[in-house]
C-alpha cells in the first residue's frame, strides 16, 4: 500500500538520498511562489474580497498550497536510492545460540521460534535474490551448513566478536546485509565503539530480529553489583547493588551478603516500579586480611519465574597492608591527642607524628625507628614518599622551606598520596596558607586575612554529600546517622575558610551563632592523590562530652583518615580490567611500576604470581608497553573456574622494588542467567547505527524487500522518480477539494 | 557545773587562739608573700585558650578536725592561686602551648569537668570523694582526661588518698613510673629527680614531711599503657611553683617541679 502512494517502500526513504533532478536554482521557485502569491493578494484586492477577512485569508492560502506543490513538482523531486546488485551480494543469517535463547516462550523456545522463520519462505525469498550464510554465534562465531544443527546452548552472548568476525570476512566477501536473530541478551553490555566503526567502515547494514518477551514476568534480578577491588582489613566498604523486578511491586526481599559461611550484612528491600531499576547501598565489614568471594543473593520469591539471576560474586582482596599517616603538629593541643587516640584504636592505620612541643622542639611518635624524621620535617622525597597520608595541622607556612611545600605537592600530586589540613591559630589563613603553595593543594580558597580562627562553639550538620559519604558514617543507617550528627556535641573551635572549590565536595558544614556558617569538611581530588580539609581542631569535645560507650569521634577519625590512605597506591600497582572473567578465561595482566621517587621504572623485571582453584600455581612474566614508560603488562588465560590471586613482584637488578595484589574471577556459565528478556533496545540501537532496522519476527516478510537497500557489497544506486507519486495528486485534488467546500459553504467566496 | 564551765571556756580560749596564729600572715617566715589571699586578674585573664589550670575542688577527708588552717579553707585551695599562675607563666614561656594566664576550678559535681582534659589536684591526702564523684572521675578518666595530684606525705595521707582512688579504680594498681616512660622523657629528660620540698620542711632544714622521706613518682595506667592519674607523693611541687619567683626558695627544686609539670602536662596532651 505504502509503495502504491509512495512509488517507494519505507526503506527506500530510509536508505535513500532526496534530490531535484530539474537543477533549477531555487531563488527561481521562491521568486516565483512570491509572485502567485501577490497576484492572488492584488485579485482578491481588486474584487473586493479583502473586507471577508480570515475567510478570504484562508481560501487564498489553499490556492497558493496548490500552487507551491504544482510548481515543486516542476523541480522533479526524486529519490537515488542504494541497492544491491541480485546474485552479487552475501548476505549474513547469523543466528545467537547462546542458551538463554532456549528459553521457552508461547510458540516454543526462541531458538526454534528463529529456525522456524528462517527456514520457511523467508530463506526462499533471499536465496533466489541473494547468496545466503549462515553462521551461528554465542561467545564466537562459526559457520553453519543447516539450521537442524543448531541448540541454545552456548554460554555467553557476546555481540561484539561476532560482529567484528562479520566485518573482517566482508574484506574478502561482498556482504550486502546481516541479520541477527538473537534475543539482545549480550553478557558485555553491548556493541564496543570498534566493532561500530568497522562495520560503518563497510556500511554494513545490521538488520536485527528480536526473540523472546520483551518483558519476564515475576522475577526479580540483580542488575549490578559494585564493590571496591580492596579494602583495608576491618574497614567499611560500600556496595552498590542495583536490581529491578516485575509482579512483585511493594513486597519485600531481603539481600544477604556473605563471606564463604559468614553472613556479612543484611538488608530488607521494599520493591517498587514495575521494571523500574532500584538501587541500594549498603556497608560491609570485610573483616581480616585475605582474598574474599563476595556472595551477594536476593531470596527468592514465592513464583518468581527465574532465581538463577539472584545470585552473584564478587572478589574482594583485603590487604594486609598497614599504611602510615604522618601528623605534623605546631603546638601541643587537645585535638592531637585525641587524634592519636582513635588512630591507636585501629589495627589498619599506623600514625607517625611530630609535634613542636616548644620552639626549638619536636617531639616524635609512633616513627619506626630513631633516626626517622630526626632532622625534622622530611626534604627528600623517599623519606616522605614512604607515608601514605599527611596531615598538616596547626603549622605555618612559613615552618616548611618552598622545596618542602613542593614536595608535599609532588606527594599528592606524583605519589597519590592522601593530605589533610587541621584548623589552627598558626594553621590555614592565620598561618598564611592562602599566599604559599598550600592554596593550590586546598579544596577550598581562603579568605586573605587574619583573625579566622575562634575558639567559639560551633556545630556540624552532614550536606547531602556528606549523608552518603562513608567518611561521615557513625551510624550504619543513613537517616539514623544524619540525626546522630545533629546531637554530637558541639567543636570546641573552628576556623573560617572560604567557599569550595568546583570539584570539592563539601560534607560537613559548621554553624557557629554569631559567625556564620562555613564549610567544615571537604574533600577533593587532586593529581594521583586526594586533599581534605577539616576547619577545627575540636572534635576531641565529642570524645570527652560523650560516654565511654560511645565511638563517634573514633569511627569519624578512622574513616577519614583510612579515605585519606587507602587509596594510595605502593611502587606497583597491579591491576585487571575485567575481575570477573566470564566463562572465557582469558585475562589482561597490567602493573604501574615506579621508584623510590614515584618515576616510571622502565627497566624492571615484572612477574605475577598467580595461585588459583584446584592447585592452579603459575608465573607470568610482564612485558613493558613500548608506548607507556613504566607499564607492564601480559595476557594470560584462567584454566578453570574460581577465584585466583596474582601477586604482582618487580626488581630492579638484585633489589625488591615493590610487589601488590590483585584477585579476579573466572565465572563459567552464569552470565546466561542474567538479562533474559529481550534487549530490544540495544537492537534497535544497534540497526540504527549501522544503517539496518529492527524487526519482530511477524515482519521477516517486509526485511525481505527492504534488506536490498543497502550501499555494501556490490551495489548500485537507482533514481526513483518521485514527482508522479499517487499521493501527490491525491493531496491536490484534497487541497482544491477542501477550497471547494469551503466556497460552497461561504457562498459568497 | 562551774568546772564544766571553766573547761568549755578553756577549750573556746585555746581554739580562737590556735585560729589566731594560724592567720598570722609573714610573722616568723622569710617568704613575705602568702598564697591564700586574691591575686590581682591580669589582663588576659579572660582569653579563650587551648589549656588551663584546672585545679580540682574536692571534699576532704570527713575524720578531720579544724585543727589545720587549711581544714577550714579546704585543703585543695593549697597554694592558689598562686602556685598555678606562677606555673602556667613558665608553661607559656618554655612551651607553645596555648596557656590562659589564670587557673579554672572544677569539680566532680557537674560535667563540666569534661572541658578540661587536665585536671590537678594538691593535698589528695585530705581528700574523701563521694560514689557519684569516684563514678565521675573514672569516667573523665577513661574518656581520656588526665589527674596530676601532689602534694601529700607520709603513710596516712597516702592512705587517705588511696581510700578514694581504690573506689575509683577498684581493680588498676598503683605502681611506680618506670625511668623509661615516656612521661619522663616528653619534653624534658628526667631521669635524676629528687624530693621537692614544701616551704615549711625547708624553713626547718628538711625535705620530707611526716614520714615520708622517700619521693615516689606513681601513676594509674589506662589498659594501653597510658597514665591516667601520675601520683606525686612525698614531695610538693605546688610550693616550688608558688615560691620559684623567691630568692630564698632553691632553684633546683622549683626548676625540677617545673619540668616534671610541664611533662605532666605536654604527657597529656599527646597520650
Known sequence: ?749 | MYLRSLILATALLILLLSAGIAFQRGGRFPFREDDEGPLALPPDANEKTEWAFARLRYPQYRGEGLGRWWSARGHWTVDYPKADRTFVQGVRRLTRIHARSVEQVVDLDSDEIFNWPWIYAVEVGHWDLTDAQCKKLREYLLRGGFLMTDDFHGTFEWEVFTASMKRVFPDRPIVDIENSDAIFHVLYDLDERFQVPGIYPLMRGMTYEYDGIEPKWRAIYDDKGRIMVAICHNMDLGDAWEWADHPEYPERYASLAYRIGINYIIYAMTH
Open chain 1, 1 to 749: 500500500m505504502f509503495e502504491f502512494f509512495f512509488n517507494c517502500s519505507p526503506a527506500a526513504f530510509h536508505k535513500g538520498n532526496w534530490v531535484f533532478l530539474a537543477g533549477w536554482p531555487w531563488w527561481v521557485f521562491a521568486l516565483a511562489l512570491m509572485a502567485m502569491g501577490v497576484a492572488l493578494g492584488a485579485l482578491g484586492l481588486r474584487r473586493g474580497r479583502a473586507k471577508l477577512g480570515f475567510r478570504w485569508i484562508l481560501i487564498t492560502l489553499l490556492q497558493l498550497c496548490a500552487a507551491a506543490i504544482l510548481l515543486l513538482l516542476l523541480w522533479r523531486p526524486a529519490l537515488i536510492v542504494p541497492f544491491l546488485k541480485p546474485h552479487q551480494n552475501v548476505v549474513a543469517l547469523v543466528i545467537d545460540d547462546s542458551r538463554s535463547m532456549g528459553i521457552a516462550e508461547r510458540d516454543g523456545t526462541r531458538i526454534e521460534q528463529a529456525a522456524k522463520k528462517i527456514s520457511g519462505r523467508f530463506l526462499n525469498d533471499l536465496k533466489s535474490r541473494f547468496q545466503v550464510r549462515l553462521y551461528r554465534f554465542s561467545s564466537s562465531l562459526e559457520p553453519i551448513s543447516a539450521l537442524e544443527t543448531i541448540r541454545a546452548q552456548g554460554v555467553a552472548t557476546r555481540l561484539s566478536p561476532a560482529l567484528r568476525a562479520i566485518a573482517a570476512e566482508a574484506a574478502s566477501l561482498p556482504v550486502g546485509a546481516v541479520v541477527l536473530f538473537t534475543d539482545g541478551a549480550d553478557n558485555t553490555g553491548g556493541v564496543d565503539p570498534g566493532t561500530l566503526a568497522a562495520l560503518r567502515n563497510r556500511k554494513i547494514p545490521v538488520h536485527t530480529v528480536g526473540f523472546g518477551r520483551e518483558r519476564i514476568e515475576n522475577d526479580v534480578e540483580l542488575t549490578g553489583v559494585q564493590l571496591p577491588e580492596r579494602a583495608l582489613p576491618g574497614s567499611r566498604i560500600e556496595a552498590v547493588v542495583k536490581f529491578r523486578q516485575r509482579g512483585f511491586s511493594g513486597r519485600s526481599a531481603k539481600l544477604i551478603f556473605q563471606d564463604g559461611k559468614q553472613t556479612l550484612a543484611t538488608r530488607e528491600l521494599q520493591l517498587k516500579g514495575e521494571g523500574d531499576q532500584q538501587s541500594v547501598t549498603v556497608l560491609l565489614r570485610v573483616g581480616d586480611a585475605g582474598a574474599k568471594d563476595v556472595q551477594v543473593s536476593l531470596e527468592p520469591l514465592p513464583g518468581e519465574e527465574n532465581t538463577l539471576n539472584n545470585y552473584c560474586v564478587r572478589p574482594l582482596l583485603v590487604e594486609s597492608r598497614r599504611p602510615r599517616i604522618l601528623y605534623v603538629e605546631g603546638e601541643p593541643r587537645w585535638e592531637f591527642k585525641f587524634i592519636r587516640r582513635a588512630v591507636e584504636e585501629d589495627p589498619t592505620l599506623r600514625l607517625v607524628t611530630m609535634l613542636r612541643t616548644t620552639q626549638n622542639k619536636i617531639y616524635r611518635q609512633g616513627i619506626a625507628n630513631p633516626k626517622e624524621l630526626e632532622e625534622g620535617f622530611p626534604s627528600k622525597p623517599e623519606e616522605l614518599f614512604a607515608f601514605q597520608g599527611l596531615i598538616i595541622g596547626g603549622v605555618e607556612a612559613g615552618y616548611f622551606t618552598p622545596a618542602q611545600m613542593e614536595l608535599i605537592r609532588e606527594f599528592v600530586n606524583r605519589r597519590g598520596g592522601g593530605l589533610l589540613f587541621l584548623a589552627g591559630r598558626f594553621g590555614l589563613a592565620e598561618g598564611g596558607y592562602a599566599k604559599s603553595g598550600f592554596a593550590e593543594l586546598l579544596p577550598v580558597t581562603l579568605p586573605d586575612k587574619k583573625q579566622t580562627f575562634f575558639r567559639d562553639p560551633a556545630t556540624a550538620e552532614l550536606t547531602p554529600a556528606g549523608r552518603e559519604s562513608l567518611i561521615c558514617r557513625i551510624e550504619e543507617d543513613p537517616q539514623r546517622n544524619f540525626e546522630r550528627w545533629k546531637k554530637l556535641p558541639y567543636l570546641a573551635n573552628f576556623q573560617e575558610t572560604g567557599a569550595a572549590k568546583p570539584g570539592a565536595r563539601v560534607l560537613v558544614e559548621l554553624q557557629a551563632p554569631g559567625h556564620g556558617r562555613y564549610p567544615l569538611l571537604v574533600t577533593q581530588s587532586y593529581g594521583a592523590g586526594r586533599t581534605a580539609l577539616l576547619a577545627t581542631a575540636g572534635t576531641w569535645r565529642w570524645q570527652m562530652q560523650q560516654p565511654l560507650e560511645d565511638k563517634s569521634h573514633e569511627a569519624f577519625w578512622q574513616q577519614l583518615l583510612r579515605w585519606l590512605v587507602s587509596d594510595t597506591p605502593g611502587p606497583v600497582i597491579s591491576s585487571t580490567p575485567t575481575p570477573v572473567a566470564y566463562d572465557d578465561g582469558a585475562v589482561r595482566f597490567q602493573a604501574r611500576v615506579r621508584d623510590l621517587h614515584y618515576l616510571p621504572a622502565m627497566d624492571a623485571t615484572v612477574e605475577a604470581h598467580v595461585t588459583g582453584p584446584e592447585g592452579v600455581s603459575t608465573v607470568v612474566d610482564l612485558q613493558p608497553d613500548p608506548l607507556e614508560g613504566g607499564i607492564y603488562a601480559a595476557e594470560w588465560s584462567a584454566p578453570k573456574p574460581g577465584s585466583y590471586i596474582v601477586e604482582v613482584v618487580a626488581r630492579r637488578g638484585d633489589g625488591e622494588v615493590g610487589r601488590d595484589a590483585f584477585t579476579f574471577r573466572r565465572e563459567d556459565g552464569t552470565a546466561e542467567n542474567f538479562r533474559r528478556e529481550q534487549n530490544r533496545e540495544l537492537l534497535e540501537k544497534l540497526s540504527e547505527q549501522t544503517g539496518g532496522r529492527y524487526y519482530r519476527p511477524h515482519e521477516l516478510d517486509r526485511l525481505v524487500s527492504d534488506i536490498q537497500y543497502s550501499e555494501a557489497g556490490i551495489s548500485v544506486r537507482e533514481t526513483k522518480d518521485l514527482w508522479n507519486m499517487p499521493a501527490v495528486f491525491l493531496l491536490l485534488l484534497g487541497i482544491k477539494g477542501a477550497e471547494w467546500l469551503l466556497r460552497r459553504k461561504w457562498g459568497a467566496v
